[in-house]
DNA sequence: GTCTATATTGGGATAGAC
DNA sequence: GTCTATCCCAATATAGAC
């Protein structure tokens, strides 16, 4: 592996583990036994690190939540892909959600590939709702689809952060998230056919159990 | 108005317009035309004077979200009121919803206060829908109660934040604060009884119109 | 590519005069 | 209570040898 790529992998550890403000150049380096000279010579500026982790992070969510076909959308299985996805790219990327206005507003560059990655998912979102509404699984009224996506999107965006908040411990735990995934859930729990009770079911009880706080001690 | 209190003051229009991050101690000083030595003589350090702002800001929520009684509660008026106090904490101390994170992990004593505030108003909330249940206002299951006040204090708590990141402008404008408040009646809405359809659609135009952006330019 | 040593910067905070 | 002057510190970033 090579030593560019070994910074970025320390970093995004690092950053994850201790918080993005609490990890200095000099502690990459450190933590690798390399001189933060060296670090300096691969990369501009811990910006660029991060610029570097936020291609990987955006990679992810393109890959993640490509739209599926009408018919695909209705099988729970794709449900489960969809919030597991959630969830993934919650806990491996927790150093971003936790931090993300800071490291946003002081790299308009990256502010901006943000915004346009946000956009992909806001209408992949709401184009994923309306097929669910198409095949008889939700009921949405239309004009509640653009609004309701864009709290979703927010409730992801920011549960880390929130749950950050809620606790003195500034670590975050792999079934807190989950209980994120299944207020996502709850969310739309309302506008579910009511013969979509069973499914529905189903995926709450799986997200609940996930983030029910006896399954952390394990580390899963 | 003594100088403690004018300090307290300038540093939190300060911070709401430009940022608590880029306001040092030194630009409140100047903004006042005092010395830098003179702000340190009235408060120990920068936190020092958050923390005199956070009492304010935990006043205020006291006093706005104090549970009503009963029969009280059913009336739309007193929805304007809880709503309204949303809109207004979120304005009047939006500086604080935008770096909450930082500003609570950088001052464990804080933190705690702030997870005391928040744990009274968790309880008022729940306390404040289960009362609308039982007025035929709502229909919310009783194991959702819970986990939607939680997301409710979410959307509040971050709707600020989530609002810088969805723009490169480092400002915030009263409009988007109302469609946050929009959001909080959107979530509620599928749990609303039928009857109470034209209160509810009253609230939320109004909402929407403060919400939407033409009525921003005033600077009402 | 990697190192050591160091320059730079800027905000937080204090000392001591007035 | 208020001032000026200054210290302190930590993190970012660079210079130049190896």
Redesign the interface.
């Known amino acids: 592996m090579k030593t560019k790529d070994r910074i970025v992998a320390a970093a995004l550890q690092l950053f994850n583990e201790r ?1 993005e ?1 609490n990890v200095t150049t000099n502690h990459i380096a450190a933590h690798l036994g390399i001189s933060p000279g060296n670090l300096y010579y691969h990369f501009r500026n811990k910006n660029d690190i991060i610029h570097c982790i936020f291609l990987q992070y955006t990679d992810h969510l393109r890959k993640s939540f490509t739209p599926v076909s009408g018919q695909e959308s209705a099988s729970p299985a794709v449900w489960f892909h969809y919030l597991d996805a959630i969830y993934y790219v919650m806990w491996e990327f927790r150093f971003f959600y ?5 490291i ?2 002081r790299d ?1 560059a990256l ?2 590939q ?2 346009a990655v ?1 956009q992909e998912l806001a209408v992949n979102l709401q184009a994923l709702l309306r097929e669910l509404n198409n095949q008889q699984v939700l009921a949405i009224p239309d004009e ?1 689809i653009e ?2 996506t ?2 979703l999107r ?2 992801v ?3 880390v ?2 749950q ?3 606790s ?1 411990t ?1 670590r975050i735990s792999q079934s807190v998230l989950y209980q994120g995934v ?2 996502v859930l ?2 739309l ?3 579910f056919h009511l013969e979509k009770g069973r499914e529905l079911a189903t995926l709450m009880a799986h997200y609940q159990a996930m983030g029910s706080t006896s399954s952390d001690p394990f580390h899963k």
Not at 98 to 102: E, K, R
């Open positions: 918080g403000a936790a931090n993300l206005n800071d946003l507003q308009p502010h901006q943000y915004l946000q509640e609004p309701l864009e709290v927010m409730l965006s920011f549960w952060s929130y950050l908040a809620q003195l500034p299944a207020r709850l969310l729990k309302p506008y």
